[in-house]
């Protein structure tokens, strides 16, 4: 990656230390990194600005009895953005992308367990939508807390573990309390949010605030991720792969899956194709290398079906503006 007109390394390297840990206190991330105070905050302020840069607390689904799926919907293009705008609104989505040259959308929904999504009953009443299906997500590769900068951040190894939070492990489902659940509500929108600012929202003491947030996520339950314009990594080309691979070699096909650098996430899922990633390129001429490269050498790999990605509607949970 190269320094741009927007974008440079100390950019990046602010990005990467922030998705070791959301929540890292500036003078820390300045001390890691060899810079002012002053400087991280103005940076970290314009990243904001001009990359949409957003941490957002999530809660992992599987933590809270919840289930992700992915659905593809197929509709006529005239109609394409104003029901992937409707998708956006709706409070089960988390991501909605437009995709396959504006004939197709492509969203995760989060649902209980037993119900599956709701909004799957309003969408066969929709006008000109076409077809759609609906694939849960069996076991994630790779993805959470570790991102495309995970793999591409220029933080050295002595670095990343100065930043690292503290040793957390998965517990199983939790029963979340109702100051949890304010607490998580606040995250969302900002990862980055102050203990006082918690505590109000939660009808908490500040300390109550502290030890809870502490505690879930040391239980796997809540977890840092970073939202922001895929320019500041110089990956623009985004795209959606589904991929079919043989039973016998689809355990072993999603953890290679997963290794590679332009993986931003992976997964297996229900429906024809049994493995599923998003991955992140600079260009259509990289991501024809990528697919002819280390996807054809995937093991058992018997079909692949790529939707590029014309337009971002929602990120992290957060509808985007139109531009």
Known sequence: MTDSAEFDALDRKILHALQVDGRAPVQRVADVLG?????????????????????????????????????????APDRTGTIARALARHSETSWVHIASGG???????????VTGPTLLQALPNTPRVQEISAHCLLHTYYGGELSIVTKTGPLDDDQVAALRPGPHA???????????????????????????????????????????????RRHGVLYFDLDHDPRVLGRTKLAMLWLGVGPAAQDEAGRALAAHPEVSFAASTTGPANLYAAVNCPNNAALHRYLTGPVAGLPGLTSVETAPITETVKRAGTALSRR
């Open 35 to 75: 810079v002012s105070a002053q400087t991280v905050h103005r940076r970290y302020g314009r990243l904001r600005v001009a990359a949409g840069l957003r941490v957002t607390g999530q809660l992992r689904p599987e933590a809270v009895g919840e289930e992700e799926w992915l659905l593809r919907i197929r509709c």
């Open 103 to 113: 004939t197709e959308i492509m969203c995760v929904a989060r649902s209980g367990a």
């Open 170 to 216: 998965a517990t199983g489902t939790a029963t979340l309390t109702a100051t949890d659940h304010a607490l998580a509500a606040v995250l969302a929108r900002d990862g980055r949010a102050g203990y006082p600012e918690l505590a109000r929202a939660a009808g908490c003491s500040v300390s109550t605030a502290q030890r809870r947030l502490t505690e879930l």
